[in-house]
């Protein structure tokens, strides 16, 4: 269909247009010979309402031979032979209605009027259809720019969701090759710690077996996968390994990528608990704020013997899955200092809707 003749409001806005074209014409058919303004009125105003609907076949022209395909020359020669058959055809229609007009006692000799104004009547039939052409070249080349714009954004999206799904998968068999290197330790030491942690792993990985399909989390079922991860670590450095937690500031339905914690906390265990031959402590804190949440995971670590990892793979991972999922709205900072290593998140809020 003709995109001005959809919606409605378009066509109306169209219509609207050709009322100032219309007072022109009357008043160049009016003005210099003797038809004067009631008989051009009555001429051109039916003729303007004809003359508009055939300048919309015009569409139809334009896209049987776009400028970027069709060629040039033929492209002018079939929208000139066009506006020359279609002025022919509109200076004829208007003969008609005069003549037809001129049976009537209130309008004769409007046919012998009407003659003179007949080159000028074609001129303009001629002008107003090339106008008609070169405004429906317009509006495809509006279409195709929205459709280029709709197919990048389109890109833009399907590449992020493929990095998205991407980077989660970096994270399960990462989190998988260090939990069966713990297991394979515990193995020829302590048998029943081994079996234990084997429960406990399988257990993670049946709660993370869905997520893979999942944009995103609420906090509380993130947490609740931290806390089998912990569970897991436990088991291997038993009271060396503490938990604190501070999430009370923060709403547990808040929205954030799945896994997106584990990372740093797995990190804070292995580059800061186990290197404390006394253990240590994980905190996870946060708080919401003025549309954004803000979360924290901190440990206690040597800073002789650790290195910091700022540029470690669990953190560069989520880093990417920040930026891939937020943009420029979220942002990641990392500090060492006073035996503390911290890395604190900052993103926008999405709080899920709570169905009744």
């Not at 090339?130 to 833009?156: F, G, P, Q």
């Amino acid at each position: 269909m003709h995109p001005l003749l959809k919606p409605i409001s378009r066509y109306v806005i169209y219509l609207s247009a050709w009322s100032p074209i219309a007072g022109i014409l009357i008043a160049l058919m009016a003005v210099p010979g003797k038809l004067g303004w009631w008989n051009a009125s009555v001429l051109i105003i039916p003729l303007c309402l004809i003359y508009q609907f055939v300048c919309l076949s015009a569409w139809y022209m334009c896209k049987a031979a776009p400028l970027k395909n069709a060629p040039v020359l033929r492209t002018r020669v079939m929208h000139l032979a066009a506006a020359v058959t279609i002025s022919f055809l509109w200076v004829e229609l208007a003969r008609l209605l005069a003549y037809s007009l001129a049976q009537l006692p209130s309008f004769q000799g409007l046919d012998e009027l009407f003659k003179p104004q007949v080159p000028v009547l074609f001129g303009l039939g001629f002008l107003l259809y090339l106008l008609s052409v070169a405004a429906h070249y317009v509006i495809l080349a509006l279409e195709d720019s929205s459709k280029a714009e709709a197919r990048v954004l389109e890109t833009s999206i399907f590449a992020r969701d493929a990095e998205l799904k991407a980077l989660k998968a970096q994270v399960n068999p990462h989190f998988l090759f260090n939990s069966l290197n713990s297991i394979s330790a515990l193995t020829s030491v302590d048998p029943a710690r081994a079996r234990e942690m084997c429960i406990l792993l399988a257990e993670f990985l049946r709660m993370t077996l869905g997520l893979g399909e999942k944009t995103s989390v609420p906090l509380s079922e993130e947490l609740s996968l931290l806390h089998r991860y912990l569970a897991i670590e436990k088991v291997r450095f038993g009271s060396r390994l503490q938990m604190e937690e501070d999430m009370k500031e923060v709403s547990s339905a808040i929205q954030l990528p799945p896994l997106l914690l584990q990372p740093l906390v797995e990190n804070a265990v292995t580059h800061g608990i186990a290197n404390l031959p006394e253990g240590g402590t994980v905190r996870l804190s946060g708080h919401g704020d003025n549309g954004r949440v803000s979360l924290a995971v901190e440990n206690t670590f040597d800073a002789e013997s650790t290195p910091t990892h700022k540029g470690g793979l669990g953190l560069k991972n989520v880093r990417q899955r920040l930026e891939a999922r937020y943009g420029k709205d979220a942002n990641m900072r990392v500090s060492a200092e006073n035996g503390k290593f911290k890395v604190e998140l900052s993103f926008p809020s999405e709080v899920t809707e709570v169905k009744g």
